[in-house]
Structure formats: structure tokens, C-alpha cells
T-cell receptor
Framework: AQKVTQAQTEISVVEKEDVTLDCVYE???????LFWYKQPPSGELVFLIR??????QNEISGRYSWNFQKSTSSFNFTITASQVVDSAVYFC?????????????FGTGTRLTIIP | KAGVTQTPRYLIKTRGQQVTLSCSPI?????VSWYQQTPGQGLQFLFE???????NKGNFPGRFSGRQFSNSRSEMNVSTLELGDSALYLC???????????????FGPGTRLTVT
């Protein structure tokens, strides 16, 4: 069975502060994929990043960065110099596709509020 | 390229009725997945369709069903509605085929169903 844990239910930071969202996953599969999605108040899930289990390189995209560590089964997401537009619920997700099955298992989400 | 579209955006139904939700994937995407989002249970996988075949199903009762057409458009149906079916129903599409490569899923804006 697969499981994704986002222990931080809600986080509030003042604008321009850095913030890290934690994600811990469980799977017995050796090949798996990890994702982060953003859900703004409008409700639509916005894809942010995909990482496969064989690629532990950290990734940076503008103010966003992701730290993947297989040793601790974690895939954390950092926003530097946060902005009010970053306020949203962020979901970490896992898939272990088998014969094309692409089911995503989501964490419970972290609600991030950026205070101006 | 147009994103995933879902219709209707909002629905109010009465207990015992049935409802059909529609999803049009991104052009070229053949995999369509459905998810239910509620405050209590979070984001839960309903089913995935590829080439008009359901190839993965979540842990939902048989009242929840779906289908996919030859143009990859998909519908999901919920019969004998219960109060607990009130939720945001999200459709997602991806380039996933049969290779199991964990393609990212792109989500539509959702259909918010309220059962009274």
C-alpha cells in the first residue's frame, strides 16, 4: 500500500520569509513518482513538479525548490522569499504505475498562508 | 492548448437522485482519472480510464461509475445520491499510455456537487 504524510496541516509566514513544506511517503515499489500540486482558492489543482525514484537531484525553479531524499523517504518543498500569491493548499502525491495505472495517492495537504 | 474542462461546475441534487458529470481532457491525452475531494477524506482516487477501458478503480461503492468515449472524453455517474456524496469532483488527464511512466496529471476546475 502507498501512503503520503504531510504532517503540517497549516503554516503561516510573513511575506518574504522562506517556508518548507514537508512530505514523507511510503511505498514498496522500487519505481515510483512523486508530485507536488498547488490548490489555490479557485479549487483547481495546479501541477508543480514530478520526480521519479531514480533521480535524487534537487530541483530549483525560480523561488521554488524541492529536496528528494530516498534515505528518509521525503520530498520536501521550499518556497523562498514567499509572496501573498503563494497562499494555497499544497499537496504531495505519489504514484507507482503498473501496466500504465496512474493512480495518484495524495497527502492531506498543507494550507499555507502568507501574511502581507 | 486548452486545459481540462469539466461541466457542470456546480450542481445541487436531492438524495436518491442520480448525476452525470462530464470531463474533456487536454487534446492528445488518452488517460482520464477522477478524484473526489471532501474536507473529511481529502483527495481520493475514484477511477482511471484509458482507451475507453477502466483500468484502475478506487475504493468506492458501485453507485459510482464512469465511462470513456472514443474521443477520450469521460463521464462519471453517481446513482442514488447520498448526503455524503457532496464533494468536489476533479477530473485529470495525462499522456499516460501503457508504459507506466508516472506522467503528471493535469486537473480541471472540478464540479462541486451538493446533495441535499
Amino acid at each position: 500500500a502507498q501512503k503520503v504524510t504531510q504532517a503540517q496541516t497549516e503554516i503561516s509566514v510573513v511575506e518574504k520569509e522562506d517556508v518548507t513544506l514537508d512530505c514523507v511517503y511510503e511505498t514498496r515499489d522500487t519505481t515510483y513518482y512523486l508530485f507536488w500540486y498547488k490548490q489555490p482558492p479557485s479549487g483547481e489543482l495546479v501541477f508543480l513538479i514530478r520526480r521519479n525514484s531514480f533521480d535524487e537531484q534537487n530541483e530549483i525553479s525560480g523561488r521554488y525548490s524541492w529536496n528528494f531524499q530516498k534515505s528518509t523517504s521525503s520530498f520536501n518543498f521550499t518556497i523562498t522569499a514567499s509572496q501573498v500569491v503563494d497562499s494555497a493548499v499544497y499537496f504531495c502525491a505519489l504514484s507507482a504505475p503498473n501496466f500504465g495505472n496512474e493512480k495518484l495517492t495524495f497527502g492531506t495537504g498543507t494550507r499555507l498562508t502568507i501574511i502581507p | 492548448k486548452a486545459g481540462v474542462t469539466q461541466t457542470p461546475r456546480y450542481l445541487i441534487k436531492t438524495r436518491g437522485q442520480q448525476v452525470t458529470l462530464s470531463c474533456s481532457p487536454i487534446s492528445g491525452h488518452r488517460s482520464v482519472s477522477w478524484y473526489q475531494q471532501t474536507p473529511g477524506q481529502g483527495l481520493q482516487f475514484l477511477f482511471e480510464y484509458f482507451s475507453e477501458t477502466q483500468r484502475n478503480k478506487g475504493n468506492f461503492p458501485g453507485r459510482f461509475s464512469g465511462r470513456q468515449f472514443s474521443n477520450s472524453r469521460s463521464e462519471m455517474n453517481v446513482s442514488t445520491l447520498e448526503l455524503g456524496d457532496s464533494a468536489l469532483y476533479l477530473c485529470a488527464s495525462s499522456l499516460a499510455g501503457t508504459s507506466g511512466r508516472g506522467y503528471e496529471q493535469y486537473f480541471g476546475p472540478g464540479t462541486r456537487l451538493t446533495v441535499t
